[in-house]
């Protein structure tokens, strides 16, 4: 396959592409601005002091430095220097704001090669991994997003590539499924458990807290036969400095070894 073209509409400054047209109430909050339909009831009057995309992109580094809430109209307003009552020029409500700054954040999938659905598949899965742990507050958007440019683009390679299996469309839907809470769970996973380094940055006698935690929790779980999870826990690699990645590897392995076997049925 060809490397991938940008797929956003509002939010990657390509405003050629836009369509003025009568938009649906009933839409999606933000659904026919991101694809560039721009509703011409909304942008009447005096031409707008900024655009779309400038917004967009405000909202995306305050998101970016204190995470989604940080988007909210008020704050975005000030950053850009306009009151909130006049961010409604540009946008109808933070869910269309959120809808927007949640695609221009996808960004653009990976190029995957033909012939290698496994291949594919995996390295789609990392790179989704590793657009999560990048912008983490991606985890907060809403998951009933409907299809936008870029995560419509996203899905589309995936399909494309899981295509030649044979599988129908339902089934490639739920491969899809599995790949992208794989890689939201373990993005998330590592987002909310800071490494121990992390930790003794924070404080630097966490080391002792640590370590009393660990005796603790052995004491308590092997007091109620929980030798099992003790075990692990007593695991060098449980503390190490920083988050193996081996988790999700092996994780996204094993998901694909089942793809793989009910391809072959």
């Not at 995996?122 to 991606?138: A, M």
Request: charged share 20%; glycine share 6%.
């Amino acid at each position: 396959m060809t490397p991938p073209k940008s797929h956003g509409a509002a939010a990657d400054g390509n405003a050629a592409r836009q369509v003025e047209l009568g938009v649906p109430e009933s839409l999606p909050p933000g659904l026919a601005t991101a694809w560039g339909v721009v509703d011409t009831g909304r942008r009447r009057g005096p031409r707008p002091a900024h655009t779309i995309e400038e917004i967009v992109a405000v909202a995306t580094r305050l998101a970016d430095e204190e995470g989604l809430a940080a988007a909210s109209l008020p704050k975005v307003a000030s950053r850009v220097g306009v009151t909130t009552n006049a961010l409604y020029r540009y946008v109808s409500s933070r869910d269309e704001l959120i809808t927007l700054v949640a695609d221009r954040a996808w960004g653009d999938p990976p190029a995957l090669q033909d012939g290698d659905w496994r291949g594919g598949a995996t390295l789609w899965s990392r790179q989704l991994f590793q657009r999560f742990l990048s912008r983490p507050w991606l985890l907060d958007a809403p998951t009933t997003i409907p299809l936008t440019p870029h995560n419509a683009a996203w899905l589309d390679a995936l399909l494309t590539v899981l295509k030649p299996t044979g599988m129908q469309a339902q089934q490639m839907l739920n491969c899809a499924y599995l790949l992208d809470s794989h890689a939201r769970y373990g993005a998330n996973l590592q987002r909310r458990t800071p490494a121990p380094a992390a930790l003794r940055r924070v404080n630097p006698d966490q080391r002792q807290a640590i370590r009393a935690t660990r005796l603790f929790l052995d004491e308590q779980l092997r007091a109620r036969n929980l030798n099992a999870v003790a075990e692990v826990l007593e695991d060098p690699a449980y503390l190490v400095d920083e988050a193996p990645l081996d988790g999700f590897e092996f994780g996204l392995a094993r998901i694909l070894d089942g793809i793989e076997a009910y391809i072959r049925q």
